[in-house]
Antibody, heavy 116, light 113 residues
Framework: EVQLVESGGDLVQPGGSLRLSCAASGFTFSDYGMNWIRQAPGKGPEWVSYISSSSDTMMYADSVRGRFTVSRDNAKNSLYLEMNSLRDEDTAVYYC?????????WGQGTLVTVSS | DIVMTQSPDSLAVSLGERATINCKSSQSILYSSNNKNFLAWYQQKPGQPPKLLIY???TRESGVPDRFSGSGSGTDFTLTISSLQAEDVAVYYC?????????FGHGTKVEIK
C-alpha cells in the first residue's frame, strides 16, 4: 500500500525557517518524481515544488522561488522541503504527492502556521 | 502558466438529482501524441486531503462510484454527479497535469438543497 507521511509542520514567526519531511513507503520511491502542494485555510490547493526521481530537476512556484528548497534522499525514501524567510501567506497545510503523470497519491498533510 | 477556471463557485442540489461542475483551462491540455487530456478531478471533505476521482478527464479512479463521470476535451471539461448522495457533499477541484507547474481550479462547493 502506498503511504506518504508528512511531518515537521509547526508555528513559526515571520522570517523564520522550517524543514518539512515526507516519508514514503509501499512503492519504489526512487522511480518517481514528487510534488509539494499546499493549501491555505479556505483556499484551493496550490502547487509549490517538484523534484525528479534522481534530483536532476527541481522546479518552484514563483511565490516560493529563492526561499524554498526541495530535496530527497532515495536511500531513506524521504522527501524534504526547506523553507526560509517564511511569510504570513505561507500558512497552509503542506502535502507531498507522488507524480505518475498525475499526482496519484497524497499524504495527509502537515500544518505550517506563520504568525507572530 | 495555465490557469484553470471553475464554475459555479457553489451549487445546491436535491438528493438524487444531477450536479454539474465546469472547468476551463486557459490553453489546451490535450496532448496530441497520445490523444489524452491531462485533467483530473478531486473531491475534498473537511479535514481531509483531496481525493482523486477522475483522471485523463474521464477515467474513474478505482473504487469511485459510477455516478461520478468526467467529460470534455481540449479546454472545456465537466464533472457530473448523476444522482447526488449525502456523502457527496464536498468541495470539488479540477487540476491540469499537462505541465510540471500544476494548476488547480478554485473549487466548487456542492451542498444538499
Amino acid at each position: 500500500e502506498v503511504q506518504l507521511v508528512e511531518s515537521g509542520g509547526d508555528l513559526v514567526q515571520p522570517g523564520g525557517s522550517l524543514r518539512l519531511s515526507c516519508a514514503a513507503s509501499g512503492f519504489t520511491f526512487s522511480d518517481y518524481g514528487m510534488n509539494w502542494i499546499r493549501q491555505a485555510p479556505g483556499k484551493g490547493p496550490e502547487w509549490v515544488s517538484y523534484i525528479s526521481s534522481s534530483s536532476d530537476t527541481m522546479m518552484y512556484a514563483d511565490s516560493v522561488r529563492g526561499r524554498f528548497t526541495v530535496s530527497r534522499d532515495n536511500a531513506k525514501n524521504s522527501l524534504y522541503l526547506e523553507m526560509n524567510s517564511l511569510r504570513d501567506e505561507d500558512t497552509a497545510v503542506y502535502y507531498c504527492a507522488r507524480v505518475q503523470w498525475l499526482d496519484d497519491y497524497w499524504g495527509q498533510g502537515t500544518l505550517v502556521t506563520v504568525s507572530s | 502558466d495555465i490557469v484553470m477556471t471553475q464554475s459555479p463557485d457553489s451549487l445546491a442540489v436535491s438528493l438524487g438529482e444531477r450536479a454539474t461542475i465546469n472547468c476551463k483551462s486557459s490553453q489546451s491540455i490535450l496532448y496530441s501524441s497520445n490523444n489524452k487530456n491531462f485533467l483530473a478531478w478531486y473531491q475534498q471533505k473537511p479535514g481531509q486531503p483531496p481525493k482523486l476521482l477522475i483522471y485523463w478527464a474521464s477515467t474513474r479512479e478505482s473504487g469511485v462510484p459510477d455516478r461520478f463521470s468526467g467529460s470534455g476535451s481540449g479546454t472545456d471539461f465537466t464533472l457530473t454527479i448523476s444522482s447526488l448522495q449525502a456523502e457527496d457533499v464536498a468541495v470539488y477541484y479540477c487540476q491540469q497535469y499537462y505541465t510540471t507547474v500544476r494548476a488547480f481550479g478554485h473549487g466548487t462547493k456542492v451542498e444538499i438543497k
